[in-house]
C-alpha cells in the first residue's frame, strides 16, 4: 500500500478537527513512544499510538479512521499516565472514534458483546463503549 502525503493533508482541517473534538495538541507530541511502550493492548493494534499522533500530524485520515486501532484503545489511560508532554491520547481515540462514526463507520457497539464475551470481558470494557457512544 502506498501512501500520498502532501502539503495540503498536512495542513487540512483533519488535524484541527481532532484538536478541537479531543482538546489535545497533537504537535506536542514528539514520538518518544512512551505512550506506545506502556500500552496493554499494543500487540493487537494496526498502529502503535505514537503512530496514530504521527499519522494525525501527516493529515492521513483515511487510513486511522479505517484502523482497528481506534477501536481497541481500552482508555486505561497508562499513555496520558507515561507521556512526558501530557498528552491524552485516549481523548484522541474518541476523537477518532466520533469522526469515523459520523463518517458511518462503527465497528464495535455494544449489542455486538455476547453474554460469554461480556462475562469475561474486564470491566474497561464496559467504560470504553459508553465513552464512545457519549463522545
Excluded: H
Excluded at 8 to 31: M, P, R, T
Excluded at 70 to 83: D, G, K, M, P, T
Amino acid at each position: 500500500m502506498r501512501t500520498e502525503i502532501s502539503a495540503d493533508k498536512v495542513k487540512g482541517d483533519f488535524l484541527e478537527k481532532v484538536e478541537e473534538l479531543s482538546g489535545q495538541s497533537i504537535w506536542a507530541c514528539y514520538q518518544c513512544g512512551c505512550c506506545s511502550s506502556g500500552c496493554p493492548v499494543a500487540e493487537e493494534m494496526d498502529l502503535l499510538p505514537n503512530q496514530v499522533i504521527r499519522y494525525v500530524q501527516l493529515g492521513l485520515e483515511e487510513e486511522l479512521l479505517s484502523s482497528k486501532t481506534i477501536w481497541l484503545c481500552a482508555s486505561c489511560f497508562q499513555c496520558f499516565s507515561r507521556c512526558p508532554r501530557g498528552i491524552d491520547i485516549s481523548k484522541i481515540m474518541d476523537a477518532l472514534r466520533q469522526m469515523a462514526m459520523e463518517g458511518g463507520v462503527d465497528r464495535f457497539g455494544p449489542v455486538e458483546i455476547s453474554p460469554s464475551e461480556l462475562a469475561k470481558a474486564p470491566q474497561q470494557v464496559l467504560v470504553t463503549v459508553v465513552r464512545k457512544l457519549s463522545a
